[in-house]
């Protein structure tokens, strides 16, 4: 199995300790991993924005650098998302959509691909998980909380895995958290308003860590921590996957 | 409605000065999304019945023309007069003449997002006519001289105390009562003049039945049947996306509505008008009113689905913290933002972006209307028609440039680091939106690539 890491462009420039754990967390599971190393952007930014028409740069790219692997993995639902759902390429338009299938988020990809059933993580602290929109209602993640369904959650289950961590409830298990890519500067006041409250339902039930399959949703939430001083931290569950002791 | 032509970041930047007030806002409409998820898990069937009503919903768009002159026919065979307007300018003017034939110049009204829609108590008011809505929260916003915030619960943004200062000046209550009951019965005896005194009362319409020519209005409040049944003339407006094939089919949707409004298993009053009553005159307004040009667009035909239950009002977490009224628009919301474009592009480019694409709207939606794609597809055809700003447009072509070649990437962000880390008044300052209530993040280093690249060369 020949696995493609695709780390989003943020996550490259900005937290690369995420896209190190999650290369550590596949590799330990004996699984072939390379990392395409002329990859960008998926072009979310521009779609989301209404510029679909200038993705094609970048959707060619993409499909450059991920079409010869057999899986491509990410630790990101909301890019996952993009590239299953709008990834297109006019020159190699098969290649595209055949990289659609064969990308998956990084906890859908321990879960359903792999079938994680162990892992060797300790992390000893008071954990929120923040369902990011896009992992959660576009790639389906979990159970949400509009439909009448039993539950499921592929985040939870990995993280139950993981000893010492205690993962706390919230009043709201899956609210956004209004990072919304250029909807935070956009529309600043209401994005704020929905990080804060986000913020608030964690720490109001002792969170420690708030942990998640996005690190634009967290990265967005840290931005008004640190900004309120705030002792909670996020922590990219990619990180605490990859917490292992001795 | 919007004088000041004011975006629904402008407006809702606005609404956030008043912290208070948002948090209130917020959790009242979450109480109501609550009560919903609450109702909607009594009912093992749920998803089928969203699945059904869809379903229907989906039939009926795609046979509309056959479904409107069925339900014409048997409603002439009732003796009810049927009126076609294609404009809402054609229906202000149809309900117009109708009152002017009647020689008065008052009228009750109940239950009717439609005339909103069509600006008809602005239209009547300049042609002489006074208008009363009857619904307490539509006569609340009436009074205070706004439009509804929300579509069920019309003034869902007003406290009770500011209720009682508004009823103290326009119908005398003693100054500082806001006891919810007492003003509710102020209301009930001010609205009653009107009821007894208006020969002409207008209702909305929640489903219209071809199979046998009847409409059905939903009410809690009963002010329709109260209307209707004082008033020597009914007028009954609707869009031609309300109608059913056949009576069997209102069950689906009477099960679905009320659940997904407010949590109620139904709602108290579901009246059946099929006929006026003897010596009563009944009209009926068919308004197209761009619905079936939205109906010729596959992108957006789903959204004629739409039953006004106002639940992704309650559960967009946008909505709660923004307020109806930073929509500028009759219909605000979710779904008032994929509605809006299609009647006026320049004057809502604005609202399909006021939303994080959460999904939250699409999950509620009793008639699985995919608001959210049609939230995305919108922004495209709205960027593509020209209605962005010309900053906005250098950004995404400079961004895409740069993103589109790998060594301009690394190097802009090699770049960018380094003015993270060290000039940060660079991007640290007020005319950086995320830095005015957010740290930027720290930057690292080096790139991810960079560590990659450095472990392979050294074998690990």
């Known amino acids: 199995m020949n696995i493609g890491l695709f780390i989003p462009c943020y996550i490259d420039q900005l937290y690369p300790q995420v896209g190190i754990a999650t290369l550590q967390v596949l590799e330990r599971l004996g699984l072939s991993v390379t990392y395409p190393t002329n990859q960008t952007c998926c072009g979310q930014p521009m779609a989301n924005s209404g510029f679909e028409h200038l993705t094609q740069g970048t959707s060619h790219n993409f499909v450059t650098n991920f079409s010869e692997f057999d899986y491509i993995v990410c630790p990101s639902g909301s890019c996952t998302l993009h590239i299953k759902d709008h990834l297109q390429d006019d020159g190699y338009p098969d290649k595209a959509l055949d990289i659609r299938k064969k990308t998956f988020e990084l906890t859908e990809f321990l879960t359903d691909v792999i079938g994680v059933k162990k892992l060797h993580a300790h992390f000893p602290h008071k954990v929120g998980l923040h369902q990011s929109c896009h992992g959660l209602r576009g790639l389906g993640l979990a159970q949400m909380s509009e439909l009448m369904a039993p539950p499921f959650s592929k985040p939870e289950s990995l993280l139950t895995m993981v000893t010492g961590l205690e993962l706390i409830e919230l009043e709201r298990k899956d609210e956004c958290c209004g990072f919304g890519g250029t909807f935070c500067v956009f529309e600043e006041a209401v994005s704020v308003k929905m990080g804060q409250d986000r913020i608030a339902d964690h720490s109001n039930h002792g969170a420690e860590y708030i942990t998640g399959v996005d690190m634009s949703c967290l990265m967005h939430l840290e931005g008004i921590l640190r900004r309120q001083k705030s002792k909670v931290k996020v922590i990219h569950i990619a990180e605490i996957l990859n917490s292992v002791t001795g | 409605m919007n004088p000041q032509n004011k975006t629904h970041s402008e407006l809702a930047k606005k609404f956030n000065r008043d912290v208070e007030r948002v948090n209130w806002h917020d959790k009242t409409l979450w109480f109501v999304r609550e009560k919903r998820d609450k109702s909607a898990h009594q009912l093992a069937e749920w998803e089928q019945l969203r699945e059904a009503a869809s379903q229907i919903k989906n039939n009926v768009l795609s046979n509309l023309h056959n479904y409107l002159i069925e339900f014409e026919k048997n409603a002439l065979n009732h003796g009810i007069h049927v009126h076609w307007a294609s404009t809402a300018q054609e229906h202000n003017e149809i309900v117009h003449s109708i009152i002017k034939n009647h020689g008065v110049n008052n009228m009750v009204k109940s239950k009717s997002m439609l005339t909103e829609e069509c600006g008809l108590n602005e239209y009547l008011h300049q042609q002489g006519i006074n208008v009363v809505d009857t619904d307490l929260g539509e006569r609340i916003v009436q009074l205070a001289n706004e439009p509804p915030s929300h579509i069920v619960l019309p003034c869902i943004h007003w406290k009770k105390e500011e209720i009682g200062e508004l009823f103290h000046q326009h119908l005398g209550t003693p100054k500082g009562n806001a006891d919810p009951q007492f003003l509710t019965a102020a209301a009930r005896k001010h609205l009653r003049e009107h009821f007894l005194t208006s020969r002409v009362a207008l209702t909305g319409v929640n489903f219209s039945v071809a199979e046998t020519g009847e409409i059905i209005v939903c009410t809690n409040e009963g002010n329709a049947d109260l209307g209707v049944q004082l008033a020597d003339v009914h007028i009954a407006c609707m869009g031609i996306e309300k109608i059913i094939p ?158 589109s070649l790998p060594m301009v990437y690394r190097f802009s962000g090699t770049v960018g680091r380094w003015i993270i880390r060290t000039l940060p008044f660079i991007v640290n300052n007020k005319f950086n939106p995320w830095y005015k209530q957010r740290e930027m993040p720290k930057a690292s280093t080096q790139s991810f690539r960079s560590w990659y690249l450095n472990q392979r060369k050294h074998g690990q």
């Open chain 2, 246 to 403: 056949k009576r069997k089919h209102l069950s689906v949707f009477l099960r679905l509505l009320a659940r997904s409004a407010t949590g109620q298993p139904i709602t108290t009053y579901s009246s059946h008008f099929q006929k006026p009553r003897e010596g009563q005159e009944m009209h009926i307004v068919l308004v197209d009113n761009g619905r079936s040009e939205r109906l010729a667009s596959d992108d957006f035909r789903n959204a004629l689905k739409c039953i006004r239950c106002g639940a992704c009002f309650n559960t967009c977490p946008v909505y709660r913290r923004s307020g109806g009224h930073s929509y500028h628009t009759a219909v605000a919301g979710p779904i008032g933002s994929i509605l809006a474009p299609g009647f006026d592009m320049a004057k809502n480019a604005d609202l399909p972006f006021a939303s994080t694409l959460c999904g939250s709207c699409t999950n509620v939606c009793p008639v699985k209307i995919d608001i959210h794609d049609q939230l995305y597809k919108w922004r495209q055809v709205l960027v593509k028609n020209g209605h962005t700003t010309a900053s906005k447009k250098t950004g995404m072509n400079v961004m895409s440039l740069v993103l």
